[in-house]
Structures are given as C-alpha cells and as structure tokens.
C-alpha cells in the first residue's frame, strides 16, 4: 500500500492505494498529480485524511459519501454506469470530489 494525494475538483483526499489504484489515479503519466475521478468508489477504511477548499479545512478520516441513485445508464459500447457520487466535506456539505462505477454489460 502506497500513501497518495488524490485531487478533486474541492480539495483533496489522503488515501493507500494499491499499487494497481495508483497506476489508474494517474491520468497523464509525466505529470506527478493523482485525481479521484479517474478511480471508481474509494474504501472508506482507506481515506486516511481530506480537505476541502470551500471551507478551507482539512479533516482526519474519510469524507462522507452522498450515493446518488443507481442510474444503469448505457455510456459505451459495453458499459454501463451503475453508480454516482460523490466525496462531500464533514462541515459544510461541499463536493470535494465524485467517482462513477461501471459494469461491462452482457
């Protein structure tokens, strides 16, 4: 397990990944910069510290995690979204990041 800083669009989560979540955190490989977005949902258990930057704050722990509903919504040949949402801030309720889970279909 490897202690990375994940950007979100409001701020940032400190999480352990494995070594294959690391790889797919990165969306450009010369850049030395890893995004939540690029993972899909992201343990709890693994968040260790987050910050948000509307309310200027950093936390210990995971975020909370607002679940949207389960759309089963066709994006790709093959693909389907069967989760949204997103990372949200302990105090003021602010998107840190979102995350999407998808399913090859049948």
């Known amino acids: 397990m490897t202690t990375i800083e994940l950007q979100g669009s409001g701020g940032w989560v400190s999480a352990e990944l494995t070594d294959e979540e690391v790889s797919k955190s990165k969306l ?16 709890l258990e693994k968040m260790l510290k987050h910050f948000c930057k509307t309310c200027d704050s950093e936390f210990d722990g995971p975020t909370k995690i607002q679940i949207e509903e389960k759309p089963n919504e066709p994006v790709a040949n093959g693909l389907i979204l069967i989760e949204r ?13 979102e995350y999407r889970v998808f399913s090859q279909s049948q």
């Open 28 to 43: 450009v490989p010369n850049i030395d910069k890893h995004f939540l977005a690029s993972l899909e949902k992201l343990d």
């Open 85 to 97: 949402g997103q990372y949200t801030c302990h105090k003021c309720n602010s998107i840190i990041g």
